[in-house]
């Protein structure tokens, strides 16, 4: 079963509104991270925040990690509708397997100009 | 420029014909993955691989086989394909440590008839 569960599965906003998506996972982790993919294309890597680490910031990104709660969520701030794409968390596990990267489903986001 | 590639980008094919799939990186990485994208399952595991000569089984390795025998490549073979390996594939690669994002390919659409 996949690690990161996200919420919602779909999101459509206005342009300049905030978006927040969330991502639950199971297990034990190291390190989550946030990707982002544009419509069939490639995923390109938007943020990492460590185990021991509650909130990173990153230009309109803000993800913050909640270990007691396994759940992370990342907030776009005044969103444009260059950021209609699909986000996914993808969680790092603890112990040595450094190239496993465990990905959710998936947040689908719509910014309507 | 820093990339992974991947080729071919597109392929159309028949249930048991043997196909590979091309992977490289040009980042001196040491960890490479490959993923499968399905509609409301995201993406999978399927091989990744720590150095040369050294891979490990991710979430869905059945019908899959990898080599490394170069640190820069990292090919993708379906022996038999069948039908349900239609499918978005990425190679992803990323340097060691706990904390690295990885950088993904363009991916390859493989359809199996």
């Known amino acids: 079963s996949q690690q990161g569960e996200e919420d919602p599965q779909a999101l459509s906003i206005q342009e300049g509104e905030n978006a927040t998506m969330n991502c639950s996972y199971k297990t034990s982790i190291n390190n989550l991270q946030w990707y982002r993919q544009n419509s069939g294309r490639g995923l390109v890597h938007l943020i990492l925040?460590?185990?021991?680490?509650r909130e990173k910031h990153s230009g309109r990104l803000r993800v913050t990690l909640d270990t007691s709660k396994k759940s992370s969520s990342l907030l776009i701030t005044a969103s444009r509708a260059a950021d209609t794409a699909s986000y996914f968390c993808?969680?790092?596990?603890?112990?040595?397997?450094?190239?496993?990267?465990?990905f959710g489903q998936g947040t689908i986001l719509t910014v309507h100009p | 420029e820093a990339q992974v590639t991947q080729n071919p980008r597109y392929l159309i094919t028949v249930t048991g014909k043997k196909l590979t799939v091309t992977c490289s990186q040009n980042m001196n990485h040491e960890y490479m993955s490959w993923y499968r994208q399905d509609p409301g399952l995201g993406l999978r595991q399927i091989y990744y691989s720590m150095n040369v000569e050294v891979t490990d089984k991710g979430d869905v390795p059945e019908g899959y086989k990898v080599s490394r025998k170069e640190k820069r490549n990292f090919p993708l073979i379906l022996e038999s394909p069948s039908p349900n390996q239609t499918s978005l594939y990425f190679c992803?690669?990323?340097?060691?440590?706990?904390?690295?994002?990885?950088?993904f390919g363009p991916g390859t659409r493989l359809t199996v008839l």
């Open positions: 993808a969680t790092g596990p603890g112990g040595t397997s450094y190239g496993k990267l465990t």
């Open positions: 925040i460590r185990s021991n680490e």
């Open positions: 992803a690669s990323t340097a060691g440590g706990r904390y690295n994002e990885q950088f």
